[in-house]
């Protein structure tokens, strides 16, 4: 899954940027209060993706 694509799921579940690490970005989701990092690579591997998505408690790409 390309990393634009991810971020765009997570926006628009209601995620949001908390910080840029040096080489991640650090993802909060506000109403269950869960973290989640996203790597700085174009592709993200599917179960990378599916195991971020988990960690917000969000519903799966």
Aim: charged share 35%; aromatic share 4%; with cysteine.
């Amino acid at each position: 899954m390309k990393r634009k694509e991810l971020l765009k799921h997570l926006r628009r579940c209601g995620c949001s940027l908390l910080r840029e690490g040096a080489n991640h970005s650090v993802f909060i989701n506000k109403d269950k209060l869960k973290v989640s990092t996203v790597p700085r690579h174009a592709e993200i591997n599917d179960f990378l993706a599916q195991k971020i998505c988990r960690d917000l408690e969000i519903d799966l790409p």
